[in-house]
């Protein structure tokens, strides 16, 4: 149903933070108008991790999922690691040994939708649910096209320019902006404006959040 659990932390949707933009938020609320139970995303999940996740389905679901590791067996999950397109959930024909399917009936997660795109080293994975009906052809489509939408605006960078290296770097070895900005041979705001490009690049909302996510890409 969607949970990688494989993130260190969960965005709460349409919540704005350094590095995300206009274009994003909106597509989030187009992807909420398609889902009345709620959905998943996990945006370019690479090196186990992906570099955004959202969900809006019941908390009470998301609690139970998490607390019982269903990331490990979940078929939905399966599906979008190893397969790109989309699917109706009832069409996923792997395994549910624990029921996992079931039991999201419970919630409210009774029909839905699994759309994944994207090479496997930098793959995202979405699901869309609802309780009344089967999605339509025309509704998957439409999600399919938001989800394809947002993976293009959060293309994580290939790289960083050297001197936002440079400014991460030293902030990562414990320098204060001040002795960091002397150590580089700049002006305090120049190093902030350097750290600021930095995050925005990887969508981060602080600089130490950057500094993981750098490392995490190989950029450091």
């Known amino acids: 149903m969607g949970n990688l659990g494989l993130c260190t932390s969960i965005e709460r ?12 938020d909106d597509l989030l609320v187009e992807l909420g108008d398609q889902a009345p139970s709620g959905y998943y ?23 139970h999922y998490t607390q019982n590791a269903y990331a490990l067996r979940d078929p939905i999950v399966a599906w979008g690691i ?3 397109g989309a699917t109706r959930w009832s069409d996923i024909d792997l395994p549910d040994p624990f029921g996992i399917m079931q039991e999201a009936r419970q919630y409210g ?26 999605f339509s052809e025309e509704e998957i489509a ?3 096209g938001i989800i394809l939408h947002l993976h293009h605006e959060t ?19 414990g320098e204060r902006y001040a002795a ?14 350097r750290l600021a490009s930095a ?4 969508f981060a909302r602080t600089s130490a959040e950057a500094i993981q996510r750098a490392k995490d890409y190989r950029l450091l």
């Open 13 to 24: 949707p349409y919540l704005r933070f350094m590095g995300r933009n206009q274009n994003i």
């Open 41 to 63: 995303l996990a945006l370019h999940v690479r090196f186990a991790a992906p570099l955004m996740m959202f969900q809006t389905y019941d908390p009470r679901w998301i609690d």
């Open 82 to 84: 190893s397969r790109t």
């Open 109 to 134: 997660l009774v029909y839905g939708v699994c759309v994944s795109c994207g090479p496997m080293t930098s793959r995202t994975i979405a699901s869309a649910a609802r309780s009344d009906r089967e």
């Open 142 to 144: 439409t999600i399919s």
């Open 155 to 173: 293309e994580p960078p290939d790289n960083l320019t050297p001197a936002e290296i440079e400014a991460l770097q030293v902030v990562a070895s």
């Open 180 to 193: 960091g900005a002397a150590r580089l041979g700049i002006s305090e705001s120049a190093l902030k404006a």
């Open 199 to 202: 995050r925005k690049k990887l």
